[in-house]
């Protein structure tokens, strides 16, 4: 790193923990983020400032007016904009020694196969049940880590699943069926501080995995309600009969 980089990430390298290799690491690193709503305006802006060398940004959405409460990247002047550009263009003026590559378009299996040889983790930030199956797919049959949070009305969790790792479950055994979509947060609603707790969750797990910080926290739900402030860990274990994960070896 050179003497304005010492600075910029100089908060986290006087941390005891926080080794300088570290922040090497994070800065050398390559997230494909999914999903560019109220979790990625609250994750990604951490990740950023904090230094992950490469951000692969996908999200085919606009930007409504309803989303101004939660999403805090987005001003009015940016509704009707692609929310993946406004995004990219947001981040990069937070960090602009990181590199950010947006892509407006839908993640389908193609585009999470191809892009996925190149990423160090995965970030699912999507309110989408079809979408999150998916993603797990191509993080288990890639060995990739996956980082998922989601949020609606005054629940949200974090999760944190590893395939490198023998004892981790997959997303599909705790949710083996694709979710309604009628438990979005479209039908339903959702507290707007509560993204924000949640999604700063995300970006700590995510640096995390990128530099083995800490205690892992696979085979662990951390479920938060934003009602009574409480915060419910929940442990998990690897569904031998998971129809994804369960013949990884």
Known sequence: MNESQLLRYSRHLLLNEF???????????TALVIGCGGLANACLPILAGAGVGHLVLCDDDLIELSNLPRQLGFSEADIGQAKVFSLEKYLTARNTT???????????????????????????????????????????????????????????????????????????CIYPNVISEDTSCTQN?????????IGAAQAAETIKVLTGLGD??????????????????????????????????
């Open 98 to 172: 990181i590199q950010i590559t947006a892509f407006k378009q839908q993640a389908d299996a193609d585009f999470l196969v191809k892009q996925i040889q190149h990423c160090d983790v995965i970030i699912d930030c999507t309110d989408n049940a079809k979408t999150r199956q998916l993603i797990n797919q191509t993080a288990v049959h890639s060995k990739t880590p996956l980082v998922s949070a989601s949020v609606i009305q005054f629940s949200g969790q974090v999760m944190v699943f590893d395939p490198r790792l023998d004892h981790s479950p997959c997303y599909a």
């Open 19 to 29: 080794e300088y290799d570290f922040q090497e690491k994070l800065n050398q690193a």
């Open 216 to 249: 892992s926290s696979v085979g662990k739900v951390t479920q938060f309600e934003g009602l009574n402030f409480e915060t419910y860990p929940l442990q998990l274990t690897k569904n031998p009969a998971c129809p994804v994960c369960g013949n990884q070896r």
């Open 189 to 197: 609603g959702v507290f707007s501080p509560l993204v924000h707790l």
